[in-house]
Nanobody
């Protein structure tokens, strides 16, 4: 019914850049907000950045000024441009979407998660 597919993760040296993409597909009516979260080994999942349908953005202090979140509503896709990457950015990054979808003959609101993509920053 609804699926979030992520891409763009990989290995990069400190100071390098990566661009993550997350495309939502299925019987989607609208997406209220999308965001990126990350989880490092031994740590809890944390918010990285969010963006609403009105393009309002919110960033964690640790990534502000280095990461940029954006979305393409026509493609139901959210992006995370990551610049000046640091070793502490190493984590599994998860895409999140708060959306409405067609459930039978009704609209249902729910939150979906992507499968996660590994980002490793190391020399």
């Amino acid at each position: 019914q609804v699926q979030l597919v992520e891409s763009g993760g990989g290995l990069v040296q400190p100071g390098g850049s990566l661009r993550l993409s997350c495309a939502a597909s299925g019987s989607i009516v609208s997406i209220n907000a999308m965001g990126w979260y990350r989880q490092a080994p031994g740590k809890e999942r944390e918010l990285v950045a969010t963006i609403t349908s009105g393009t309002s953005t919110n960033y964690a202090d640790s990534v502000k000024g280095r990461f940029t979140i954006s979305r393409d509503n026509a493609k139901n896709t959210v992006y995370l441009q990551m610049n000046s990457l640091k070793p502490e950015d190493t984590a599994v990054y998860y895409c999140n979407a708060d959306l409405k979808y067609i459930n039978g003959i009704r609209f249902t609101q729910s939150t979906y998660w992507g499968q996660g993509t590994q980002v490793t920053v190391s020399s």
